[in-house]
């Protein structure tokens, strides 16, 4: 699948491996910063600022693995190129609409993954 699909595909795998790195960062920025907040022993309400790396967690995973970029579709390009950040536009305003509502879908869900955890961690008796 190295071809462009609207609502479904419009990264290819640079871009891919690139949004899973990411994923990572955020992963690991969660953790640290997580253990920090708990052997500091700063108060609980500061667990909810793990929101923002959880996010950037989710969102480069989930772009990573349904082969889309949100930031890509919400400004109507998509790049299957060795070199990463090399866009070309989409040209249809069908095809434009349907990766906005691709985006935002993938931006939703990865709120609702963040909020999960940092509520998650919140809550963690420790």
Same mark, same amino acid.
């Given at each position: 699948?190295?071809?462009?699909?609207?609502?479904?595909?419009?990264?290819?795998?640079?871009?891919?491996?690139?949004?899973?790195?990411?994923?990572?960062?955020?992963?690991?920025?969660? =953790?640290?910063? +997580?253990?920090?907040? @708990?052997?500091?022993?700063? /108060?609980? #309400?500061?667990?909810?600022?793990?929101?923002?790396? !959880?996010?950037?967690?989710?969102?480069?995973?989930?772009?990573?693995?349904?082969?889309?970029? =949100?930031?890509? +579709?919400?400004?109507? @390009?998509?790049?299957?190129? /060795?070199? #990463?950040?090399?866009?070309?536009?989409?040209?249809? !305003?069908?095809?434009?609409?349907?990766?906005?509502?691709?985006?935002?879908?993938?931006?939703?869900?990865?709120?609702?993954?963040?909020? @999960?955890?940092?509520?998650?961690?919140?809550?963690?008796?420790?």
């Amino acid at each position: 699948m190295g071809e462009y699909q609207p609502g479904a595909c419009n990264i290819g795998s640079a871009e891919i491996a690139r949004r899973k790195r990411t994923g990572l960062i955020g992963v690991g920025a969660t =953790a640290i910063l +997580g253990l920090a907040f @708990v052997l500091f022993h700063l /108060p609980a #309400v500061w667990r909810l600022s793990l929101f923002v790396p !959880a996010f950037f967690a989710a969102t480069g995973f989930l772009q990573g693995f349904m082969r889309f970029c =949100a930031g890509f +579709g919400m400004r109507g @390009v998509f790049n299957f190129g /060795p070199q #990463v950040g090399k866009t070309e536009e989409v040209e249809q !305003a069908e095809y434009r609409r349907k990766d906005k509502q691709k985006a935002l879908q993938i931006l939703a869900y990865s709120a609702l993954i963040a909020i @999960v955890v940092a509520t998650a961690i919140f809550f963690l008796p420790l």
